[in-house]
């Protein structure tokens, strides 16, 4: 059997979903550091048996896991992540002279609020103990390492990574906005090219997306999966219109049609109430609004014409913004006021 120290990181969560993945993926490069897997009886199950029986389902997880792990050594080093695992790590070192138990604090467990009064004091005993027994506390904050010293125990302070998160560059970036149907209507090859070509840019994507429309379309596909198309669902007034001011210019990524053509996007008087500007391919319908909106013949047109307006969120267009908000019903409705009066309709509004 080999001798061969190893430090078990006993995972709360499967690695991609544990907050502290960063730092336990650098660990792992190491071959002797060993990520164990939750197991099959949640710890938080166990939080809610009789003590007597979570520690007889934790000796047995333990000699499960020394058997699988013996050929490739013994646990010299058990690190925990949370209280609720301090009985599995406590059988994992019960026959190894000399283990250690090292204790990672990145929340105050014993003081959560979603726990019933019960497991909150399951949880506060084994808070305790672990914190006991611990040969290396490390917390995430300098705050959890003066709590843990005020209570006695030697804590050191590790703060988190987040190494995994994307990190596009800010600068020069864009943001434009899209309000609306997400479905056949859309050019999906315009969308995937811009997307494609301007890595800096973000395009929020307000509005339902039809996967009945364009399941098939490969180009949907592309978008539905690139990074920087932000896709947020159908959202209401008040919400929308705070998501176009987050953005530099909106967008109309009609795909040009017959029945695209004649149209008028309503999202355009949207955008500019706002003080954004618009850019749409050369719709026939959208040059009633021209004064609102930049065309674009295709996707190298889009781009130039997106990068553009890179910055304009902090400086909204008020001259445009003025413009729209002319626009009232009562305004764009005065040639149907003067037929009706023609006609003799009474057109008086009651007080």
Known sequence: M???PLCLLLLPR???????????ADLLRAQGVVAIEPPRVPYGALARMPSAIADR??????????RALAPRGRPAVVVIFHPLQYPLARALLASEMGGELWYSRWDRYEEAYDATGRVRARVRDLHSAAAERSAYTFAVSEELVRLDTDAGHTAHLVPSAADAFPAPSPAGGVVAVSL????????????????EAMPEL???????????????DEDYAACRAA?????????????AARLIQCADVGIVPFAQTPFNDAG??????????QGRATVSPPLAGVRTWSRAVTFAEDAPAFVAALRSFAGARVA?????REWALAQTARAQNEPLWRRLDELDVDIRVPA
């Open 2 to 4: 080999p001798d061969e």
């Open 14 to 24: 499967p690695l991609e979903a544990f907050i502290l993945r960063d730092q336990a």
């Open 57 to 66: 389902i934790a000796a047995g997880q333990a000699r499960r896991l020394l």
């Open 180 to 195: 609306g149907h997400l479905g056949w209507r859309t050019d999906w090859a315009l969308l995937r090219a811009v997307a």
């Open 202 to 216: 973000i395009l929020l994507l307000v509005g339902e997306w039809h996967d009945d429309e364009c399941a098939k």
């Open 227 to 239: 990074p920087n198309l932000v896709w947020l669902g159908r959202q209401n007034d008040d919400a």
């Open 264 to 273: 008028l996007p309503n999202r355009i008087l949207k955008y500019a109430r």
């Open 316 to 320: 909204p267009d008020e001259e445009l």
